[in-house]
């Protein structure tokens, strides 16, 4: 991974996963590829990032902020702001 790459880490635990979380990898997926930002991204699946009750749950790196409570319709907004921010993705 290079240093000018977004980490993003979805939570596909048993609790998250009944809370959404393969509709949320779907959704940041796509939201990814319309932005143009999947050779500046890694999506990993973690088993658990141990925040069970508030997902499905996120977390990008470099910058270690969490997400919880995902939603379809936040994503895409997530990706805009981090885009906009100084991030990796900022172009």
């Known amino acids: 991974?290079?240093?000018?790459?977004?980490?993003l880490?979805?939570?596909?635990?048993?609790t998250?996963?009944?809370?959404?979380?393969?509709?949320?990898?779907q959704a940041l997926q796509t939201a990814l590829k319309q932005n143009g930002l999947l050779?500046?991204?890694?999506v990993t699946l973690a088993r658990?990032?141990?925040?069970?009750?508030?997902?499905?749950?996120?977390v990008i790196y470099p910058e270690?902020?969490?997400y919880g409570g995902l939603e379809e319709?936040?994503?895409q907004r997530i990706v805009r702001e981090h885009?906009?921010?100084?991030?990796p993705w900022r172009t």
């Open 83 to 87: 885009r906009s921010k100084e991030s």
């Open 9 to 14: 880490f979805i939570c596909t635990g048993t």
């Open 48 to 58: 658990c990032l141990g925040q069970c009750g508030n997902g499905p749950n996120m």
């Open 73 to 75: 319709k936040g994503i």
């Open 1 to 7: 991974m290079s240093a000018s790459c977004v980490h």
């Open 39 to 42: 050779k500046k991204s890694r």
């Open 64 to 66: 270690g902020i969490w």
């Open 16 to 25: 998250c996963e009944h809370q959404g979380a393969e509709e949320m990898l």
